[in-house]
């Protein structure tokens, strides 16, 4: 019965052909928007990396200038912050944390590999402020003012990379322009852009105004800030007078102040947007797709009324007449299926976004082939009850 089913939708493909564009569409679109929801909920329940509870910031918005002058206001700034009791640790960053659609990359090189990886100037206390835990070595200090390489930080995506069998630390990076790093430090995950984003190749550059201003030049007004820890139950009093402060202390500087805790929220809103559009999109094209799908069952079964009647006087039951509608209608969408899947598959194959993994890809599939196998039963069970209903009399008597 299956085969003939099959056999009957081929022979009918030329009728069939649009609708099954329209499921190869829509399970593609499935595809997708599954994709993207697996691997964003996939990164939701993986650390970040570092806390962000009653962590504020300060985007200094400094003015061109000469980085002499700069620095001189920053670390004013600096003393500023530290009169405040309530503030625990500060420390230089312009790691772009909750700043998704922003990016700082830059090549290193080591063991003939060639790889762009983000970078991060950051304050000698900014594990303090973001609870950064180590797996191994140690954190910038003032040691490394004499040092003779410059240090670097790295997290495991950049060991498992250059180093995937070996202790990275001690080991030399050689950035783009020739300057090599010592690695001195190794942190886990870093996943700054947020809770739905992945993980990412993450390395940490000294920033300190303890280690001289030469760390300005890599740096902006725009995106840097002074993040700093402040005691829990802190309150919005407290935010506007160090707002104040730092304003009469640098009169030139655009100053502004937030909450990591609000960024955050913020920049899963913004990562949300595109899957968000891709998925009304999708809905809009599904439903299309389903209407379609029930228009022309529905006229395939009222145009073949007198032969489910001549069935149903030679013996047919009604769960054979279910059992035949319904049939054709999986069979029309696996036509479909087949297609898209062979779309689908050259995802995986070809390492298209390889970073999603193949995991997510498969759950895609197997997703979309569910909601499209039940959106077709749904399409198909009313004309299938009406069929099945026919009086076999009535039927022959209208044919």
């Given at each position: 019965m299956i085969m003939q089913m099959f056999k009957m939708?081929?022979?009918?493909?030329?009728?069939?052909?649009?609708?099954?564009?329209?499921?190869?569409?829509?399970?593609?679109?499935?595809?997708?928007?599954?994709?993207?929801?697996?691997?964003?909920?996939?990164?939701?329940?993986?650390?970040?990396?570092?806390?962000?509870?009653?962590?504020?910031?300060l985007n200094p918005g400094w003015p061109d200038a000469e980085k002499s002058e700069i620095f001189e206001t920053f670390q004013q700034v600096e003393f500023a912050l530290e009169s405040y009791p309530e503030i625990e640790a500060q420390a230089f960053s312009n790691c772009l944390i909750f700043i998704p659609s922003a990016m700082n990359m830059n090549t290193f090189m080591n063991n003939g590999k060639e790889v762009n990886v983000h970078e991060g100037i950051v304050g000698d206390h900014f594990h303090d402020v973001l609870g950064v835990e180590l797996i191994s070595g140690r954190w910038f200090g003032e040691s490394?003012?004499?040092?003779?390489?410059?240090?670097?930080i790295i997290n495991k995506q950049v060991r498992e990379t250059f180093f995937p069998d070996e202790?990275?630390?001690?080991?030399?990076?050689?950035?783009?322009?020739?300057?090599?790093?010592?690695?001195?430090?190794?942190?886990?995950?870093?996943?700054?852009?947020?809770?739905?984003?992945g993980s990412k190749l993450m390395t940490f550059r000294r920033g300190s105004t303890s280690a001289g201003f030469e760390w300005l030049e890599k740096t902006d007004g725009m995106f840097s800030r002074i993040l700093f820890r402040v005691k829990p139950g802190s309150s919005r009093e407290l935010e506007q007078k160090i707002l104040a402060h730092v304003n009469d202390v640098a009169k030139d500087w655009a100053v502004k102040i937030g909450r990591f805790d609000e960024a955050r929220e913020s920049a899963n809103r913004q990562t949300m947007v595109i899957p968000i559009i891709l998925g009304i999109v999708c809905g809009f094209l599904i439903i299309n797709v389903a209407l379609g799908l029930f228009g022309v069952i529905w006229y395939n079964t009222k145009r073949r009324i007198s032969e489910i009647g001549l069935r149903r006087a030679l013996g047919s039951t009604v769960k054979l007449i279910h059992?035949?509608?319904?049939?054709?209608?999986?069979?029309?969408?696996?036509?479909g299926i087949i297609v898209g899947l062979f779309f689908a598959i050259q995802f995986p194959i070809l390492g298209v976004m390889g970073f999603i993994g193949a995991n997510n890809y498969l759950l895609a599939a197997l997703s979309s082939v569910v909601v499209i196998y039940l959106l077709t039963i749904i399409c198909a069970l009313y004309p299938a009850n009406q069929a099945a209903n026919v009086e076999p009399a009535i039927a022959l008597h209208e044919d």
């Amino acid at each position: 019965m299956i085969m003939q089913m099959f056999k009957m939708i081929w022979n009918r493909k030329k009728q069939n052909a649009l609708m099954i564009v329209g499921l190869v569409v829509s399970f593609f679109s499935l595809f997708l928007v599954f994709t993207t929801l697996f691997y964003m909920l996939g990164n939701y329940f993986k650390p970040l990396g570092f806390e962000y509870d009653n962590v504020w910031y300060l985007n200094p918005g400094w003015p061109d200038a000469e980085k002499s002058e700069i620095f001189e206001t920053f670390q004013q700034v600096e003393f500023a912050l530290e009169s405040y009791p309530e503030i625990e640790a500060q420390a230089f960053s312009n790691c772009l944390i909750f700043i998704p659609s922003a990016m700082n990359m830059n090549t290193f090189m080591n063991n003939g590999k060639e790889v762009n990886v983000h970078e991060g100037i950051v304050g000698d206390h900014f594990h303090d402020v973001l609870g950064v835990e180590l797996i191994s070595g140690r954190w910038f200090g003032e040691s490394d003012n004499v040092a003779a390489k410059p240090p670097i930080i790295i997290n495991k995506q950049v060991r498992e990379t250059f180093f995937p069998d070996e202790d990275p630390i001690g080991k030399l990076l050689i950035h783009e322009d020739g300057k090599e790093f010592r690695i001195v430090g190794l942190v886990d995950e870093f996943r700054s852009s947020g809770d739905f984003t992945g993980s990412k190749l993450m390395t940490f550059r000294r920033g300190s105004t303890s280690a001289g201003f030469e760390w300005l030049e890599k740096t902006d007004g725009m995106f840097s800030r002074i993040l700093f820890r402040v005691k829990p139950g802190s309150s919005r009093e407290l935010e506007q007078k160090i707002l104040a402060h730092v304003n009469d202390v640098a009169k030139d500087w655009a100053v502004k102040i937030g909450r990591f805790d609000e960024a955050r929220e913020s920049a899963n809103r913004q990562t949300m947007v595109i899957p968000i559009i891709l998925g009304i999109v999708c809905g809009f094209l599904i439903i299309n797709v389903a209407l379609g799908l029930f228009g022309v069952i529905w006229y395939n079964t009222k145009r073949r009324i007198s032969e489910i009647g001549l069935r149903r006087a030679l013996g047919s039951t009604v769960k054979l007449i279910h059992v035949q509608i319904v049939g054709e209608a999986i069979v029309l969408a696996t036509f479909g299926i087949i297609v898209g899947l062979f779309f689908a598959i050259q995802f995986p194959i070809l390492g298209v976004m390889g970073f999603i993994g193949a995991n997510n890809y498969l759950l895609a599939a197997l997703s979309s082939v569910v909601v499209i196998y039940l959106l077709t039963i749904i399409c198909a069970l009313y004309p299938a009850n009406q069929a099945a209903n026919v009086e076999p009399a009535i039927a022959l008597h209208e044919d």
